[in-house]
């Protein structure tokens, strides 16, 4: 199992009530009466704007908190949560030291009364590039944009933040698209998606998507996300799901959409729907339960290889169904047993499929942990690879060996090797209807560039063998 570790915060930590005293400023300017109060159990600000006859009319229009000694480290996102009487925009002046900048965001608070996160983009628009990470000098909130509305009314404030989302010890944007390839991929810090305003744009909008972002950066490989070291609100599965449709996310809260999302529910992993296609890797490294799961998998009528992550009945299948599972090979015989049943991650014969499909549905399926590799010579495949000098079933229900371009596909299973002299398949010691072993390759249709068929691979170049562009090197 390949797996990138975190080794470093994507959060910063710009104040929080916790280890402030009761009744003192917090730290923040003399501005619009701060104050740490308790709300609900926890220590938070307090500030109620107020007019100031005779100096700057806005100076108690907003609560400052001096930012000067803090290094941002790369991330340009500030967070925090409100709590207010009023649906309106709450706007977000950063300012830097000797007037570097001076850049305006605001985000929408919509739930009056009641805590919500609001989140401010400064690392795209107006003057984001002259932010840097030791440039800012004050932050300033103002509640009610720069204007005396809110005067006299009540404004609690916490957890205010500077955040980003990591892999390892870099910036997720910092990484090259598709180079993220390891099967985990751990995850830090912020995962969001939604919109703040640029006030010094004329209000345009500055949008973030972390989900697209992180998209951009894993490559088909990566299986298995995991996000329960961040902060996620407004998850997107299908967004991250793109490249590899089989791609399951171990969340620490909801996405709009639940297939493929794990979450604890108080007493185990579990996810409302699973779902998977044989075309794309899969891996996951922890135990879940599937209310559901559907496969996507080429089933032909008849005998068929299957491997599959969660215990599965021969009916499950198809009412005819007759699971064998490997158990030797001789001299002169590859042996598989019946049984009712395959357990999860173990490679079987799949016999007296009534009919073709193209999906399999279970329920309530407990799904078992990837393991780091499977016992020859019948092995599981869960990602899709080359198949050459390996033995699979071929539409005639025979073990055929690979040839040159020969792939196989997931949730199926191949025989790494068989012995030379071996020419039957046995399930319970009898020889079966697939006891003919093939060892020859399969008759090829080989063509030059030039359209011209010839009987076997020359020089250097490109052919295309069976209908397949192969490259000889």
């Given at each position: ?204 909008d500055i949008n973030y998507n972390d989900f697209e ?191 040159s371009g020969a792939t196989v596909k997931s949730f ?62």
């Amino acid at each position: 199992m390949m797996l990138t570790a975190v080794t470093a915060s994507a959060q910063i930590v710009l104040w929080n009530g916790d280890d402030k005293e009761k009744g003192t400023d917090g730290g923040f300017w003399n501005r619009a009466d701060p104050t740490v109060v308790e709300d609900g159990g926890n220590k938070v600000l307090k500030i109620t704007p107020k007019s100031n006859p005779g100096g700057w009319d806005q100076e108690h229009h907003n609560a400052a908190l001096a930012v000067g000694d803090i290094n941002f480290k790369g991330l340009r996102r500030i967070s925090f949560r409100i709590k207010m009487a009023d649906e309106r925009n709450v706007e977000v002046q950063l300012e830097g030291k000797e007037n570097a900048f001076n850049a305006k965001r605001a985000a929408y608070y919509n739930t009056p009364n009641e805590w919500k996160t609001l989140v401010f983009e400064f690392g795209k628009g107006y003057e984001s590039e002259k932010i840097t990470d030791d440039n800012s000098n004050v932050l300033a909130i103002w509640p009610y944009e720069e204007t005396a509305e809110g005067e006299g009314k009540t404004v609690y404030i916490d957890d205010i933040m500077v955040e980003g989302t990591l892999v390892g010890d870099a910036l997720l944007s910092s990484k090259a698209d598709a180079s993220l390839t390891d099967q985990q991929i751990i995850v830090t810090g912020a995962m969001r998606k939604g919109v703040c305003k640029d006030l010094n744009n004329g209000w345009a909008d500055i949008n973030y998507n972390d989900f697209e972002l992180l998209h951009n950066k894993i490559s088909t490989n990566v299986c298995f996300l995991n996000l329960t070291g961040a902060v996620v609100s407004d998850g997107d599965s299908p967004q991250l799901r793109k490249k590899n449709p089989n791609l399951l996310i171990l969340s620490p809260t909801d996405f709009f959409d639940t297939e493929n999302v794990i979450r604890w529910d108080g007493e185990k992993n579990m996810t409302p729907k699973m779902v998977l296609d044989e075309s794309y890797p899969f891996y996951t490294p922890i135990d879940f339960t599937a209310t559901e799961v559907q496969v996507t998998r080429s089933i032909k009528a008849g005998i068929n290889t299957m491997c599959l992550p969660f215990y599965v009945g021969q009916a499950e299948i198809s009412t005819n169904c007759k699971i064998a599972t490997y158990t030797s090979s001789t001299a002169h015989a590859v042996n598989f047993t019946t049984a009712d049943h395959a357990d999860a991650n173990v490679p079987f014969l799949a016999t007296a499929v009534d009919a073709a499909a193209t999906k399999l549905n279970f329920t309530n399926k407990g799904v078992v942990n990837t393991p780091e590799s499977f016992s020859e010579p019948f092995i599981g495949i869960y990602v899709p690879q080359s198949a050459e000098d390996k033995y699979g079933i071929n539409d005639d229900g025979k073990f055929q060996k690979g040839a040159s371009g020969a792939t196989v596909k997931s949730f199926h299973a191949l025989m790494a090797t068989i012995p030379a002299e071996a020419r039957s398949v046995t399930i319970d010691g009898i020889s079966t209807g697939i006891n003919n072993i093939s060892v020859k390759n399969p008759i090829q249709n080989i063509y030059n560039l030039n359209g011209v068929r010839v009987d076997k691979v020359g020089n250097k170049g490109l052919y295309i063998i069976n209908g397949k562009k192969v490259i000889v090197k």
